[in-house]
Structure formats: structure tokens, C-alpha cells
T-cell receptor
Framework: AQRVTQPEKLLSVFKGAPVELKCNYS??????LFWYVQYSRQRLQLLLR??SRESIKGFTADLNKGETSFHLKKPFAQEEDSAMYYC???????????FGTGTRLTVIP | DAMVIQNPRYQVTQFGKPVTLSCSQT?????MYWYQQKSSQAPKLLFH???????NEADTPDNFQSRRPNTSFCFLDIRSPGLGDAAMYLC???????????FGPGTRLTVT
């Protein structure tokens, strides 16, 4: 069965400090991994997905199949990064998304 | 702007009284989803439509039904809401070949 684990419910960092939001997954096939973000009073939206291997708003995430992880990283956190971040998994070719419980990131000025 | 719209944003219903939540989209996407999100929990997929094909998740209670009369609209019907059904209900859409899902703002359901 698929599972997405985000071990930190809350994470606080100072502005300018590096940030890493952890995500581990369990899936028997070849998953697609995603990070979704929800800013205050906004809807849930896609931040990035592992297939595109791009940097969005300074964030990157590398899929580590050996460690079954997909941690989200940014070298210098900004105040506008404060939001709820969800890691999500989908089976290849499938429409279903399985979400983790989310990590609320607060960037302290 | 093309978007996903959910009405109402807040819905209060009585225990056992049927309730319908609605979702519409202007993105012309093939796939529409309904998620349930309880406090401090992950959004949980209830079902989705791929065009007119309905796909129910195995653990979605029978109390939850859905209708998709056309491409633009999708409804979530809760036949006999219980206190445990109080949650945020999220509608999302995606295109045929895209894994990106576009979410609506959600409807917060309260059961009294």
C-alpha cells in the first residue's frame, strides 16, 4: 500500500537560513512525487514534481529511490515561503494523488 | 481567469439531512476529483471522474455519491451526514495528460 510520511508538522526557520522539509514514501511500483503548497487564504497548488527536475521559487527536491525520500529544500528561506507544504505521490499513469499530512513552515523575520 | 469554483464555501447541515456540494471548472479538464480533508489530516481522495467514467476509492463510504452531468460540473452528495463527515471538501481537476491537479478553495462542511 502507498504511504507518504511527513515527520514534521511544524517547522520554523529564520529568514535567510536553509530549509528542508522531509518526505518519505512507501510504494511498490515507480511513483511520481510532488510537492503542493498552500499559502494563507489561498488554494492548494502544485509547487514542483520530481519528473520536471526544476527549481520553483528557489525550491528543489530530489527523488532518492534508495532512501525512498523526496525532501524539499531551499538554501535561503524567505518570509513569503511561510505556508503549508504537502508531499504527494501518484502511481505512474494513475490519476490518484496520495498526500502526506503536511508541514507548516514558518519563516521568522 | 480559468479556475475551479466551489459552492458554497461554508455549508451547515443537520445530522442525517442530505447535502450536496458543487464544483465547477472553466479549465475544460477531463478529470475531476473530490477529496475530504479533516483537521490536521492529509487530503484523502474519495473518488474521481475521468470524463464520464466514475472511479470510487475502495474505502470511500457508501454514504458518499457523486454526479458529473457535464464536463464543467461535478457534485458531491452525502446521503445521511454523520458528525464524522464534518470536514473540508476539496474539488480538483486535471487534464488528460497532466499530473498537475488544480484545486478549488474548498467547502467546509459542519454537521450539527
Amino acid at each position: 500500500a502507498q504511504r507518504v510520511t511527513q515527520p514534521e508538522k511544524l517547522l520554523s526557520v529564520f529568514k535567510g537560513a536553509p530549509v528542508e522539509l522531509k518526505c518519505n514514501y512507501s510504494y511498490s511500483g515507480s511513483p511520481e512525487l510532488f510537492w503542493y503548497v498552500q499559502y494563507s487564504r489561498q488554494r492548494l497548488q502544485l509547487l514542483l514534481r520530481h519528473i520536471s527536475r526544476e527549481s520553483i521559487k528557489g525550491f528543489t527536491a530530489d527523488l532518492n529511490k534508495g532512501e525512498t525520500s523526496f525532501h524539499l529544500k531551499k538554501p535561503f528561506a524567505q518570509e513569503e515561503d511561510s505556508a503549508m507544504y504537502y508531499c504527494a505521490l501518484s502511481g505512474a499513469g494513475a490519476n490518484n494523488l496520495f498526500f502526506g499530512t503536511g508541514t507548516r513552515l514558518t519563516v521568522i523575520p | 481567469d480559468a479556475m475551479v469554483i466551489q459552492n458554497p464555501r461554508y455549508q451547515v447541515t443537520q445530522f442525517g439531512k442530505p447535502v450536496t456540494l458543487s464544483c465547477s471548472q472553466t479549465l475544460n479538464h477531463n478529470v475531476m476529483y473530490w477529496y475530504q480533508q479533516k483537521s490536521s489530516q492529509a487530503p484523502k481522495l474519495l473518488f474521481h471522474y475521468y470524463d464520464k467514467d466514475f472511479n470510487n476509492e475502495a474505502d470511500t463510504p457508501d454514504n458518499f455519491q457523486s454526479r458529473r452531468p457535464n464536463t464543467s460540473f461535478c457534485f458531491l452528495d452525502i446521503r445521511s451526514p454523520g458528525l464524522g463527515d464534518a470536514a473540508m471538501y476539496l474539488c480538483a481537476t486535471s487534464g488528460r495528460v497532466s499530473y498537475e491537479q488544480y484545486f478549488g478553495p474548498g467547502t467546509r462542511l459542519t454537521v450539527t
